[in-house]
Each structure stands twice: as structure tokens, then as C-alpha cells.
């Protein structure tokens, strides 16, 4: 089944440590990117990957790093959370860049920092 | 700079009821996509449909259908005959067709059917 996977789906922390949350899709998609939604926020982009070893910036990059050492892995790592960072967070891949193909959504992950 | 604006926050029928969700977008790009996406309440976010800027036809599918306007900027979406089980958040989202797929999104309607 093609599919998006994130992990964990629910995460409780603490201010200043370390977390990854994993993103994983097996449709062999070259575009992959996080989000994160807040009430009255909608959804907005946090980083992307164009393929392996490229990423960039989205909307709000500010406290959060990715890597792309494999394609169908995209981690988000919060090296200090903080509670602002307190969200629902969703991994998406696509097949394409450029809005030809749909995008696929992971289940979300809720996190809360205290 | 894109924008997508989704006016109704919440909207509230009866079961049976029609019901259209409207979605306003601004983008400079001649080539763009529009999405709308369902998010029920266990929180995933599943793909309804893909428009791309130079289809204005519209689509049905089932229940669903929608409205895609250039020359209003608009792309609503209606329900026909809903259902509890349409109960959602909607939001609908915009793609430039640049390199960076980023889809703008909308700030989503919540839609409550009641039996």
C-alpha cells in the first residue's frame, strides 16, 4: 500500500530536548516536505526536499533541521524544542515537483512541548 | 506572494442539506494548481481533487462537485445531500507549479452535519 508514515503520532517533551520525528514513504517519490498546522493558522511549510542531499527553506524553518540521506526518508529534528513549537505536525511526499501530482500526506504527528 | 482565503471558519447544516464551501486564491503565476483536502476528525488529511489552471471545467464525483471560476479567483466546492459523516475540516490549497511544491493552504472550514 502507498503510504506516508510518520512517526511518532503522539510525542509529550520537554523544553530543550532533542527530538526526531521520522517520515518515511515507499512510493519512490523525489519531493518530500513538513508542515505544521495551528488553529486559525491552516497548514504552513516548514522545509522540502527536492531529491537526496537537497533541501530547502519553507514559511517557518526557524528552529527545525531536516536531512535527505535517502529518498524515501525525510526526519524532522527539533534540536531545542520550545513550547511555540507545540503542533500538529504532517509529512507530504509527491511524485513531482510543480503541483503535477497530488500530494500524500503522512498521519500527522501531534507534538507537545512543556 | 500567494494567498488562499476560505472566508466561512465554521458552517453548521442539517443533514440532506446542500452545502457549498468557498475558496478565494491570489497568485501572479499563469501555471498553478488547486487542491482541495478533507481533514476528518482522526486528523489525517485525505486529497479530494486536483485542478490545474488552464481546466476550468467542472468536476462531479459523487456527492462532490466543484466550481473552478479564473475569472473570480474562486474554486468552491459543494456537497450535495450531506452527511454526518462529511463532518470536517476543508481546505482548500494552492500550488504555483514552481520547483519547490509548497502548497499554500487555506486557514480551513469546519463543517458540522448534524442529523
Known amino acids: 500500500e502507498a503510504q506516508v508514515t510518520q512517526n511518532p503520532r503522539y510525542l509529550i517533551t520537554v523544553t530543550g530536548k532533542k527530538l526526531t520525528v521520522t517520515c518515511s514513504q515507499n512510493?519512490?517519490?523525489?519531493?518530500m516536505s513538513w508542515y505544521r498546522q495551528d488553529p486559525g493558522l491552516g497548514l504552513r511549510q516548514i522545509y522540502y526536499?527536492?531529491?537526496?542531499?537537497?533541501?530547502d527553506k519553507g514559511d517557518v524553518p526557524e528552529g527545525y533541521k531536516v536531512s535527505r540521506k535517502e529518498k524515501r526518508n525525510f526526519p524532522l529534528i527539533l534540536e531545542s524544542p520550545s513550547p511555540n513549537q507545540t503542533s500538529l505536525y504532517f509529512c507530504?511526499?509527491?511524485?513531482?515537483?510543480?503541483?503535477?501530482?497530488?500530494?500524500?500526506f503522512g498521519q500527522g504527528t501531534r507534538l507537545t512541548v512543556v | 506572494a500567494q494567498k488562499v482565503t476560505q472566508a466561512q471558519t465554521e458552517i453548521s447544516v442539517v443533514e440532506k442539506e446542500d452545502v457549498t464551501l468557498d475558496c478565494v486564491y491570489e497568485?501572479?503565476?499563469?501555471?498553478?494548481?488547486l487542491f482541495w483536502y478533507k481533514q476528518p476528525p482522526s486528523g489525517e488529511l485525505v486529497f479530494l481533487i486536483r485542478?490545474?489552471?488552464?481546466?476550468?471545467q467542472n468536476e462531479i464525483s459523487g456527492r462532490y462537485s466543484w466550481n473552478f471560476q479564473k475569472s473570480t479567483s474562486s474554486f468552491n466546492f459543494t456537497i450535495t445531500a450531506s452527511q454526518v459523516v462529511d463532518s470536517a475540516v476543508y481546505f482548500c490549497?494552492?500550488?504555483?507549479?514552481?520547483?519547490?511544491?509548497?502548497?499554500?493552504f487555506g486557514k480551513g472550514t469546519l463543517l458540522t452535519v448534524n442529523p
Open positions: 507530504a511526499s509527491s511524485l513531482y515537483t510543480g503541483g503535477f501530482a497530488e500530494a500524500f
Open positions: 512510493m519512490n517519490h523525489e519531493y
Open positions: 526536499s527536492m531529491n537526496v542531499e537537497v533541501t
Open positions: 497568485t501572479r503565476d499563469t501555471t498553478y494548481y
Open positions: 485542478r490545474n489552471s488552464f481546466d476550468e
Open positions: 490549497a494552492l500550488s504555483g507549479g514552481g520547483s519547490n511544491y509548497k502548497l499554500t
